[in-house]
């Protein structure tokens, strides 16, 4: 039976697990740019603490629901998770984290931006620390700009964009004068639209929770995005998001581009994007109603109730997300390369003001304010999302009808419509009405 | 004429078949290709297919920054695991299927089937607390038990097919000779239906290895496989198409290169009593 052997050792070898270090964190983040660089730099961690980390890196959407799934359960398998703005007071609220009330004095908390850490906190207290932060801001082609006869103001309305996207479009040489999300999912499309809709007075809920898109100002809103978009927007904008339009701009063929804050550090790269030399930055536009288009987000690192290393796990978010961190990473790779949008001592930089993003990053930033988003008073935090758990569902099944309205399959109306009915049903059924 | 025609119409399949082996094969392709390139080189548009600065710089850095020999053990062993181990437990429920069928055998060959048609997000939250309890969660002998179980229902199914190629009478002959039923099924079944078998631990194990569903969601860092090594390439914000194309082929590759050293079993397997 020459089977047998190869079985016992097969079982052996199942039944063997590996033995855990001394001390070893696992920690479950996204592949960003800035996660994957502070990985790089672990094993200095290591070597100051002598805690050993374990990596799981997982897609965005893909954390999301391994993380979520984790931590309702206490399933205990991480010591630090990366979550955003819109888990944090949810999970806090729900007993889930475990509170970053008593971080040292060297870590210094109070420099955390004030926008951030609002954004990252329950009832007051901090859940979790930022490791990132972004706000949203156009970036734009100052050559084709100037072609077109036009400047840029640095913080334009909606009306100039849409003018100035027309002078810009060149269907001839496939020159598109604005990209913007399109695509379905509340993290993609829906992100855009609702920081959109914020600027043109819209809201997702009223103060009694009950939803708005029978409002003129949505119709106003979905109404205007997709005539700028039909007439100047590139072909096939309804599946789009964050990547398809960073290859379109970085390949030349948008005019402008309105999106997260961080991806000026990829088209101002020249190793990647031929247009790096002439990209200039502006504030999100507005329609003169006080509030703007950008949203406000945070890659924060939690601690999850469940792990049994808190102590371990608050220094290694103290190291990661401190002072000491962002220098060493600018003394190696350059002040470009440091993670964004968390502190304040950052923008007080010299170093960094040189930048030529992080003056605009920093004051979208701060013109975000997730506790009061909109122009008419809402019951929710958040700027393009409500942080209540029903949210991620209302909102992907309202960006899907959004983006049937991008895609020429139904119209401004019906899709509002649907979304009426969607978000209603659901808020019924979940007792807010 | 008749040869003549016989030829043209053989030309014509080898064609159509060429084409449509092509078209299957072109995303695999592409991936390969991608991975030999810069980022840049990865989203340009007009994209470039074979005449570009081909680099293994992908390569290095993943190889730089993940252990891709961990992820590739724990596949291994996963897969292989699974497949071996719901082999052993589909064999004798095949067996007793084919050659002494109740009335009932059917509803439950049906009723093993239908364990596959619910969506398998539907018991995440069951399993997920039931590995909690066993402490099963990242464990590579948690993975087997799971993906063996996933894929048996598969398992009875093909070797169930497959025995009922077998004419019953030699297995009897065999009990005749003395042969009791350890026997039967070691000695004179299973020699006879190796091409079957041997084709359902391949396609099994190709099914392990590509599983990514619970293979995500239940491990972590120690018994995650090469699934979850892709998954680690995947960015919502930012171009990394070129080193997820690397990832991606490191995955592939040792699955592709079995799959091509076995294929004449695999066929075999496949078509065993297709053509009477």
């Given at each position: ?31 960003n ?100 932060g ?51 999912g509340?993290g ?21 929770w ?57 088209v ?8 790096a ?16 288009a ?11 109730a469940?792990?049994d ?37 950052l ?17 979208s930033?701060?013109t ?65 009405m | ?27 695999i ?34 190889q ?23 082999t052993?437990i ?19 060959l ?43 229902p ?5 070797l ?49 290895w ?67």
């Amino acid at each position: 039976m020459k089977l047998t052997p190869i079985l016992i050792g097969a079982c052996s070898a199942m039944a063997i697990s590996f033995a855990a270090q001394a001390q070893t964190l696992t920690i479950a983040t996204v592949n960003n740019g800035d996660m994957i660089r502070m990985q790089g730099y672990t094993d200095q961690f290591t070597a100051e603490t002598g805690i050993a980390v374990e990596w799981v890196t997982l897609e965005e959407n893909v954390l999301r629901q391994r993380v979520t799934t984790d931590i309702s359960t206490n399933g205990g398998q991480f010591d630090i998770m990366t979550i955003g703005m819109y888990e944090t007071p949810i999970w806090g609220a729900n007993g889930w984290l475990v509170p970053l009330d008593d971080l040292s004095e060297e870590y210094d908390a109070a420099d955390i931006l004030p926008a951030m850490a609002g954004g990252l906190s329950h009832d007051g207290t901090l859940y979790a620390a930022p490791f990132y932060g972004e706000s949203s801001m156009i970036m734009y082609r100052t050559d084709l700009m100037e072609q077109a006869g036009l400047e840029m103001p640095d913080a334009p309305t909606w009306d100039f964009i849409k003018q100035a996207a027309a002078a810009m479009t060149d269907r001839d040489a496939d020159i598109n004068g604005i990209c913007l999300r399109g695509k379905a999912g509340w993290g993609e499309g829906g992100a855009f639209i609702t920081a959109m809709s914020n600027s043109f007075g819209a809201r997702w809920f009223d103060e009694n929770w009950r939803p708005q898109f029978d409002t003129e100002e949505w119709a106003n809103t979905l109404n205007f995005f997709v005539e700028m978009m039909t007439e100047s927007g590139p072909p096939g904008y309804a599946t789009n998001g964050f990547n398809e339009n960073l290859s379109l701009f970085q390949q030349g063929k948008c005019g402008m581009w309105i999106d997260a804050t961080v991806a000026a550090s990829f088209v101002t790269n020249p190793a990647d994007s031929t247009v790096a030399d002439s990209v200039g930055f502006a504030l999100a536009p507005d329609n003169g109603l006080g509030k703007r288009a950008n949203w406000l987000w945070a890659w924060a690192l939690a601690i999850p109730a469940g792990t049994d290393d808190v102590d371990g796990a608050k220094q290694f978010i103290e190291w990661a997300t401190s002072k000491d961190y962002i220098e060493m990473v600018a003394e190696n790779e350059g002040w470009a390369n440091v993670p964004p949008g968390a502190r304040i001592s950052l923008y007080e930089n010299p170093d960094y003001q040189a930048v030529p993003f992080a003056e605009m990053t920093l004051e979208s930033i701060l013109t975000a304010d997730p506790n009061n988003p909109t122009v008419d008073p809402v019951p929710y935090v958040g700027v393009q999302f409500a942080a209540i758990p029903e949210f991620a569902g209302i909102a992907t099944q309202v960006s899907q009808e959004f983006s049937a309205v991008y895609a020429g399959q139904q119209s401004v109306e019906e899709a509002l419509a649907k979304a009426q009915a969607i978000a209603t049903e659901e808020m019924e059924a979940a007792g807010y009405m | 004429m008749a040869c003549a025609v016989t030829n043209q119409r053989k030309a014509v399949n080898t064609l159509i078949a060429w084409a449509v082996g092509l078209l299957i094969f072109f995303p695999i392709l592409w991936t390969i290709l991608t991975s030999f390139k810069t980022e840049a080189q990865a989203i340009s548009d007009p994209p470039v297919f074979l005449f570009f600065d081909w680099t293994l710089e992908n390569y290095a850095v993943v190889q730089e920054r993940s252990d891709y020999l961990r992820y590739l053990i724990n596949s291994v062993i996963i897969a292989g695991g699974s497949t071996i181990l719901g082999t052993l437990i589909a064999i004798p429920a095949a067996w007793s299927m084919a050659f002494v069928p109740s009335k009932r055998t059917k509803d439950i060959l049906l009723w093993m089937l239908s364990t596959k048609m619910l969506p398998a997000v539907g018991v995440l939250y069951p399993i997920y607390l039931l590995f909690i309890q066993l402490g099963l969660l990242d464990s590579r002998f948690g993975m087997v038990i799971v993906l063996m179980l996933i894929n048996l229902p598969i398992i009875v199914w093909m070797l169930y097919t497959y025995f009922r190629e077998i004419p019953g009478e030699i297995l009897e002959a065999a009990r005749m000779d003395g042969a009791n039923l350890r026997n039967e099924i070691l000695y004179v079944l299973t020699p006879m239906a190796v091409p079957g078998i041997a084709s359902t631990i391949l396609l099994n194990f190709i099914l392990a290895w590509n599983e990514a569903f619970w293979t995500l969601n239940l491990t972590a860092a120690q018994a995650a496989p090469l699934t979850a090594f892709i998954a680690s390439y995947s960015s919502p914000e930012g171009l990394f198409y070129a080193k997820l194309s690397a990832a991606s082929t490191m995955a592939i590759a040792p699955i592709l290169i079995l799959g091509w050293f076995s294929q004449k079993q695999l066929v075999r397997g496949l078509t065993f009593g297709a053509v009477k």
